[in-house]
């Protein structure tokens, strides 16, 4: 019947290393649904949670108890790529819509793209890719590139590299470091002994925080230029301390970033949360959003999933990066901006690239 | 005389810097006991490790029935039929007196690899097994789990095994050691029977026991050969005296 | 003569098995005792329940005066008592030298009658397997390290249990040479061992145990006596 | 049968396959509870391997997830991706591939005993989580898919649907009979005999002139192999395999499973792997902070059996502690 | 790689051979030479790093925050061992894994709970904060040095501890043969806490000298707890001396590894010992 709850399936990280993720995805997801005042088109909203541990090997019999037993009419998740991938694999042809509210893999939305599958983040390529162009024009023509040896880190630097090199820089070394590994020391001596123009990496959490402190030990910060895609600053620069100054990164969001709704929703979150927000908690915040104007447009409808999939497609997502809608591959197509790190903040440079479509490569949709 | 089945050639066992074994020449002889005492640290048993194949010998050849079989592995050393029984109890503490025998059974019977046939279906080892306990007199205790069977019984079960591994050469290490005087002389006798079908070793240092056994006596001091004779010759010889038996009886 | 040690009505069960049956005896100071008995009789058992090795369920452990039942066992060890276990009780990655140093420590008097030195000038084969580990001793060798280092901590009371067990007829006697020493030297010695003839030279007093109970109290005449009796319970 | 050695194993053995026959008729429907008890299953067949080795061989493993890992991606990596492949042909490819790969590693890690043992097949587990994650051709840290379930024909006949959940339920239940079945009868065999002897006294058995490496490298690849079997089961229940599968967590987790259930009773490994699984499932669905709690009873579960769960009940049925 | 780079190249080995013996230290003490086989070790480096972030950040100075934190961590070895590990040692070694795993789960929610999932750091304090310079680009952060140094302080006093003093004597006896110890009157279950909660406390004081310099994640402890198994057992069981070289060589290949054979970095610590452990059984150093 029309009262009864919606069903929302959330599939976060609430132990384990991604855990301050998951629970900022959460609040991000609820303060959407706290502003329609818990009830959409009339209908209440029920939310299941349940922990992956960031362990891929258990995200099919999670989104199995999530679609096939709790019958959930969305399924919100995960950070985790590798748990991403078990997910769409279980959440194919069923009935539940998925919606990815981090896990930036491109398969995602590329190769595996699936129409009940939608993601309010970003693919890889797209947070690293304008920067190549925007490092090239900053006067940078060798650069050392460098990541975790994992997929995300992979796919970023190959989005780099791809605009880098075609905008006439030269990638003169690609360092990989085994995931999750942060015993940095040996590779930073062998940065230094290149001495590239700057330096491009890939880190995210616990690692970006040991990279960008390490960078600075050494003595590396004032002589090599740091770059990045976004999540080597982002939610870790109180951490990293002074060391983050000055460090660059593109990403499709910034705390500081100057516009009204971001400000309205970065006031509400902390009234609500107690502590600041940050770029998973909009990523979670769009996601409920989405979640919120699909349902309204058809009027509380959810059985009918193929209409709600075509209203879902239509939308323009309001969100505190700026509005954004979706590719035909289900991902957003949103601005990127270029940041650098000030007083601990994250503050905004310029516009690195203006509404930026994943090239989407392997879709059939 | 009966002819020689197992002897050492210059057999040498170094532990380090000690010399363990050192060049060592020993003949042992079918259907007789021959014991080998010497002080404590002097070798033996070590020699009966090396002899039995659980150490490689540092150099020097061991004769079986006149071919070398030295460099076989440890485990083929009992296939050959070289059995042997442990200075400290050394037995399957958890299974029967019985299963302590079928083990060693099987091993000669054979089936091991067989992963689907029923273990207590082969009647052929289980025979084999009582027998062996019934000539060591353990019959009564054949479904005792061996960590429930006194100590002298354990002995007992120890020898057991060995015989159910059909040996031609046994080679005991102080089968009486913490036995009471009844069960030593269950065992003398047992020996006393066993060597009119096998070769013996026995190194013990029960000094009646061996008096009243050995066909032939060796000893040893820091590992080489003192002398080998008779228990006769052995017992007045004064070098054994001053080596190890001390010239006066032990009461003083 | 003070008693240094009473044992009064010890019964000792392992789990189920009942194997002390009420023993009672008494050793006066600098006396030397011995337990004989057949095969698992429960000498052994006795020795540890006065240890709290076995701890009895009832009866009670008079050590000088104090009743020490309760206490735990390095507790008793330290009112300078000393125990040579059967089996030896050697350990695998200390060396020999390093089990003598461990062990030593002067009396609760703080008298070191015994040192390092003494030690190894009485079992001279030590000396040359000094830096070996415990268990790569030949038999023998470890039982003299086992007395050795019992010995280093300068014991009012000496505990051996089978301490013969396993050597040479002249280290034997050795041994006995020692044990004659320390008794000489005023300690208490209880001796657990099979060779009838030398316990009874060497002790004043004998304990004869059957099937977990004291059958036989008395010196080394009334041993002579019982003859009959003892060695009919000893199957000799 | 009289291969069930004491009476709770009897009772146990008896109740659960006789519910397990039943339990889907009550569940009419509900895939996910069919699908969980499936997963459940297919560690317990993993467990039970694992506890062969460790509780009745004595060779104690921190690797073992690697065969696991390796039955789901050996199948993945030899289908062909867009064409049904026979069940129980590639059940006979995952067994003699891994069983292979086995007896290589099994050459490797029986040289060294105890803790080294534990280490080294740790480290080789480690290497092969290491060799798919980093991979392209093989997924990396994302893992493979499995496009087309198995179909499992036998000469034609078709009786079993790998997509239907109850179906693949009843396969996933008769492997563990097979499994287990299989464990016993070794286990009472002249074979088992030699193993509990070198298990209880390896230099003992050396000296009765068994070859005990032969015995423990052919035990190895047996429950190896089974492992990976478990593998294979679990890559076709969601068709996806990861590295992660293979992980050393994975294998410490089935070893707390083993423990739990009672470390060498074989059907302790079905009570262990239910037992987990089951307080992992509802205290989770408690509280977020569900590790404090489950932590905390594990521990109380250490302290009071002495021989896990399988002890736990031979004591209630009165049997004697073995 | 010119001579210079080699060399700054194999300080780093050296460096981070040092940390790892270091938080392999207390693994040593309880593992190698007790024999408790304790998984939560790496958690017990986890709440130390945690505890001194809590206390630096409450008084401001990193030296209390050590202090306290470190007196914390003894406390806990204490309870941990009189009342959970006591009852296991007449036990299968195999139980103590079962243990230390729930205490694994028991600290990780703990942290959780107390400090939540973002990344955390501290600053390097004060007086250690500057660099030293070694080529014309790189500079060596005095605090990795300092951090250098207590690891050998600790590598030094261990090794004299367990190998020359009665007290080590007694602990590895203890090992071989509990009751035997006690029989000779040595009051071992006293002896086995402290030492328990030394170890302990040696995981925490990793913990704690890393918190500067390293961020503080949930699961931080699982990830050395690897490491830190690997030194010790290429090392060889009980030996001191094996784990300080096995920490330094795992440090060295570590970081060769990852400039010059980068494809299999990731395991090339495994491949190591599983390499050493074929060619001696029984690790390095094994008495
Ligand atoms: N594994 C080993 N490592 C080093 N030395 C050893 C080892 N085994 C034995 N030894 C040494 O070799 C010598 C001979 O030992 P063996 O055990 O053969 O003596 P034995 O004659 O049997 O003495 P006992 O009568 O006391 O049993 C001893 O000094 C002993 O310490
Ligand atoms: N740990 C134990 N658990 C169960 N029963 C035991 C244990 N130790 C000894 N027993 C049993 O207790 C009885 C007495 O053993 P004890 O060791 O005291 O005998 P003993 O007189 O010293 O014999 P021996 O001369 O063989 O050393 C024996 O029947 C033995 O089987
Ligand atoms: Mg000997
Ligand atoms: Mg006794």
Known sequence: ADSDPIKVGVMLPFSGVYAGLGESTRNGLKQAIKEQGNNIAGRPVEFIEMDTEAKPARAPEITSSLVDNQQADFVIGPVHSGVAMGMIKSIKGKDSIMIIPNAGANAATGAFCQPNVFRTSFSSWQTAFPMGKEAYDMGYKKIVTMSWNYGFGKESLEAFNESFTKAGGEVIKEMLVPFPKTEFQSYLTEIASINPDAVFVFFAGGGAVKFVKDYDAMGLKGKIPLLGSGFLTEGTTTAQGPAAEEVITTLHYADALDIPKNKHFRQDYETLYGKPADLFAVQGYDAGQLIAQAVTATQGNTSDKAALIEQMEQLEIDSPRGAFHFSKSHNPIQTIYLRKVVDGQNTVVKVAHENLEDPARGCRL | MSQTILEAENLCKFWGGLKALNELNIQFKDKQLHSIVGPNGAGKSTLLNTLCGAYPATSGVILYHGKPITHLKGYEFCREGIGRSFQKTNIFHNATCLENCCIAAQQRIGGNFNLFRKRSKNRQITEIARKALQQVGLTARADTRATEVSYGEQRQLEIAMVLATAPKVLLLDEPMAGMGHEESQTIISLLKELKQQYCIVLVEHDMDAVFELSDLMTVMVDGQHLITDTVDNIRNNPLVQDAYLGNDDEVF | MQNILEVHGLQTLYGESHILHGVSFDIKSGETVSIMGRNGMGKSTTLKSILGIAPPRSGSVIYKGEDITRLPTWKRMRRDIAYVPEGRGMFHNLTVKEHLQMAARKNSRGEANWTYDQVLDVFPRLTERLVNKGTQLSGGEQQMLAIGRALLTNPDLLILDEATEGLAPLIRKEIWQVIRQIKDSGVSTVIVDKNIKVLNELCEKHILIVKGKVMFQGDSRSLDDNKEFIEQSLAV | ?322 | ?287
């Open chain 5, 1 to 287: 790689m010119d001579t210079s780079l080699f060399l700054v190249q194999l300080l780093n080995g050296v460096q981070y051979g040092l940390l790892l013996f270091l938080i392999a230290s207390g693994l040593t003490l309880v593992f190698g030479v007790m024999g408790i086989l304790n998984l939560a070790h790496g958690s017990m480096y986890m709440i130390g790093a945690y505890l001194a972030y809590y206390f630096t950040t409450l008084t401001d100075s990193f030296l209390l925050a050590f202090i306290i934190s470190g007196s914390i961590a003894l406390v806990i070895g204490i309870i941990i061992e009189r009342f959970l590990i006591i009852h296991l040692y007449k036990r299968d070694h195999l139980d103590q894994v079962l243990l230390t795993v729930g205490l694994i789960f028991i600290f990780n929610a703990t942290q959780s709970f107390v400090w939540g999932n973002d990344p955390l750091g501290i600053e390097v304090p004060e007086l250690l904060s500057g660099s030293i310079r070694l080529t014309d680009i790189v500079e060596y952060p005095v605090y990795r040095l300092f951090i250098s140094l207590l690891c050998l302080l600790v590598a030094a006093t261990m090794y004299f501890t367990i190998n020359k003093t009665r007290l080590g004597m007694m602990i590895r006896a203890g090992e071989s043969d509990r009751a035997m110890v006690e029989n000779l009157g040595v009051d071992i279950s006293k002896l086995f806490t402290i030492v328990f909660a030394i170890g302990v406390f040696l995981a925490s004081l990793a913990g704690i000298v890393s918190a500067p310099i390293v961020s503080l994640v949930p699961g931080m402890g699982e990830h050395v707890l690897i490491s830190c198994f690997v030194v010790v057992v290429i090392g060889g069981l009980g030996s001191i001396k094996g784990a300080f070289i096995a920490a330094l060589i795992v440090g060295i290949a570590d970081t060769y590894a990852s400039v010059l054979l980068p494809q299999i970095s990731s395991m090339s610590i495994y491949l190591l010992m599983a390499l050493i452990l074929l060619v001696k059984p029984q690790g390095l150093f094994k008495n």
């Open chain 4, 1 to 322: 049968m009289s291969i069930l050695s004491n009476k709770s194993e009897k009772i146990f053995i008896y109740l659960f396959f006789a519910i397990g026959l039943f339990i889907p008729l009550f569940l009419e429907g509900n895939t996910f509870f069919i699908n969980k008890f499936s997963t459940i299953i297919i560690l317990a067949i993993f467990v039970m391997s694992l506890d062969y080795l460790v509780g009745r061989t004595g060779l104690i493993t921190l690797g073992h997830a690697m065969f696991y890992g390796l039955g789901g991606y050996i199948f993945t990596i030899l289908a062909p991706e867009y064409e049904a492949v026979n069940f129980w042909v590639y059940t006979f490819y995952v067994m003699l591939i891994s069983g292979f790969i086995a007896l290589i590693v099994g050459l490797i890690v029986l040289r060294t005993s105890g803790i080294y043992m534990i280490m080294i097949t740790l480290a080789l587990a480690q290497m092969s989580f290491y060799f798919f994650a980093d991979s392209i051709e093989y997924g990396g840290q994302d893992g493979l898919f499995v496009y087309i379930k198995p179909e499992t024909s036998i000469f034609g006949l078709n009786f079993l649907d790998l997509e239907n959940e109850t179906h693949f339920y009843y396969l996933c239940l008769l492997s563990l009979f097979n499994c287990f079945v299989f464990f016993k009868i070794i286990m009472n065999s002249s074979f088992g005999r030699v193993i509990d002897a070198l298990k209880e006294n390896p230099d003992r058995a050396t000296a009765l002139g068994y070859n005990i490496f032969h015995f423990r490298l052919i035990a190895y690849v047996l429950a190896s192999s089974l492992a990976a079997y478990a593998g294979y089961l679990f890559a076709l229940q969601f068709g996806f395999v990861n590295p992660s599968m293979m992980s050393w967590d994975v294998s410490a987790t089935a070893l707390v499973m083993a423990l739990l259930g009672g470390l060498g009773t074989i059907y302790g490994a079905i009570i262990g792997s239910f037992v987990y699984e089951g307080l992992h499932y509802f205290i989770e669905h408690l509280t977020e902070y569900w590790m404090f709690f489950m932590g905390a009873l594990i521990i109380a579960l250490v302290l009071t059996l002495k021989n896990g769960m399988a002890g736990f009940l031979n004591t209630l049925s009165g049997g004697k502690r073995s």
